[in-house]
């Protein structure tokens, strides 16, 4: 059967955050899925790359056709979420929809901050995985590398980049409406990753009070709080220490919230109703949402911090058009080469023929010429043989035509022949 360009999956603008966290699956997981995916799905699924970001959760397939409504269901039995509640979220893309959306995506046109780097380099992360797990092959590989081509393309033509109002940004943005100045804030890290990197480069520019690194790993914290002269606490310490922090922002792999509304409640209450901002920037959340009703938190989930950059892409629509154009560019010529790339086994299978023919006279010849037959009387035989079996399919199917068909042949033969003009 034919093989497809299949996407699905579900975004900050399809699904909100709380039906995003119950289908994230962290870069451990990445493998699992894949494996279980192409288990489930046998040969009809060729290859399969996952994309999982706190804004999205994608599948990029090459699969027959008929896979592509069953892939909601099976993304709903591996995360254990009911089809039913997980359907209405869900968007489906094939062929050159798919590689638009593919091409979209890297270029930072479907992101929540328009023209933002980050999703590039999590595409490259989930093309890595894909092949370390076996699941990638030629035609995904290919799409990919286009995919990255043109995100840099879009990048290095287009201005949708500029001034990008980053995530980070939104994050001090949000803690400032709180606290106004942040230098006298004791700010909170928990994680170690880019994203809390990206924060902490923008909230360190406040000359805050302090800042300090919480992680999992305490090595990997010691070496982001050495570059912006921060402290370290273990994830332990947490319950004993929440309550001197003025700002936490939270981003982590966690499958289970860190912060729970008991440890929240009771670091508010020793902190004597002074408030306390939170940015939970996981998906899945790290901080538990009852804590936002607290009277004293303010709760800012990733989707908050979107709706704050979105109001500062005006800049930058303006090149969306540009954008839209190189991508709607390159999308064809995708095409172009996935169509070539089906009408190769015809291509190989004509050439076989082809040379099964040429075999079959040049073996005849050499018995002529063995049995002592004039060289120049066998080349004449070889060149009359090779004709007669090249032009008897076209002339057959000529024959045996009739009507539209006679018709469509008479014009197709012309292209398909030799043209001694062309060779001269």
Not at 45 to 59: F, G, H, P, W, Y
Not at 122 to 133: E, F, G, N, W
Request: aromatic share 4%.
């Amino acid at each position: 059967m034919s093989v497809d360009v299949l996407t699905f999956g579900l975004n900050h603008v399809s699904a909100p955050v709380d039906v995003r966290e119950r289908v994230s699956m962290p870069v451990d997981v990445l493998r699992p899925a894949l494996d279980a995916l192409r288990s489930a799905f046998g040969s009809s699924v060729r290859e399969a790359a996952i994309l999982s970001t706190c804004n999205r959760t994608e599948i990029y397939c090459a699969a027959e056709p008929h896979v592509a409504e069953k892939l909601p269901s099976w993304m709903a039995d591996f995360n254990r979420v009911e089809a039913i509640n997980l359907r209405p979220h869900i968007y489906q893309y094939q062929q050159n929809e798919a590689v638009r959306h593919a091409f979209r995506v890297a270029s930072g046109l479907d992101s929540m901050v328009l023209g933002e780097p980050q999703i590039l380099g999590q595409m490259k992360d989930a093309v890595r995985a894909a092949s370390d797990a076996g699941a990638l092959g030629t035609l995904l590989h290919q799409l990919f590398q286009r995919t990255f081509s043109v995100a840099k393309e879009v990048r290095s033509q287009t201005a949708i980049g500029a001034h990008s109002v980053s995530m980070a940004a939104a994050a001090v943005r949000l803690a400032e409406r709180v606290f106004g100045d942040l230098s006298k804030a004791k700010i909170l890290f928990i994680g170690a990753g880019e994203m809390i990197e990206l924060c902490a480069t923008h909230f360190a520019a406040c000359r805050p009070q302090s800042l300090t690194v919480a992680n999992r790993t305490v090595e990997r914290a010691q070496v982001l709080a050495s570059r912006y002269a921060a402290q370290t606490m273990k994830l332990t310490e947490l319950p004993d220490k929440l309550a001197s922090f003025d700002v936490v922002v939270s981003c982590t792999a966690s499958s289970l919230p860190i912060l729970g509304l008991g440890m929240v409640e009771r670091a508010t209450r020793s902190r004597r109703r002074k408030p306390m901002v939170m940015v939970d920037l996981a998906v899945p959340r790290d901080i538990e949402t009852e804590v936002g009703r607290l009277d004293d938190v303010y709760l800012y989930s990733v989707d908050d911090l979107g709706r704050v950059v979105q109001s500062g892409t005006d800049a930058r629509r303006a090149a969306v058009v540009q954008a839209e154009a190189i991508i709607e560019a390159r999308v064809q010529n995708f095409m172009h080469w996935l169509e070539n790339r089906q009408i190769v086994p015809t291509i190989v299978t004509i050439h076989q023929a082809a040379e099964q023919v040429r075999q079959a006279e040049l073996d005849r010849a050499r018995r002529l010429l063995a049995k002592g037959e004039s060289p120049e009387a066998v080349l004449e035989q070889l060149a009359h043989g090779l004709t007669q079996k090249y032009i008897h399919g076209p002339l057959a199917a000529l024959n045996h035509s009739r009507d539209n068909e006679r018709e469509q042949l008479l014009n197709l033969l012309p292209r398909l022949l030799p043209s001694t003009e062309r060779r001269r």
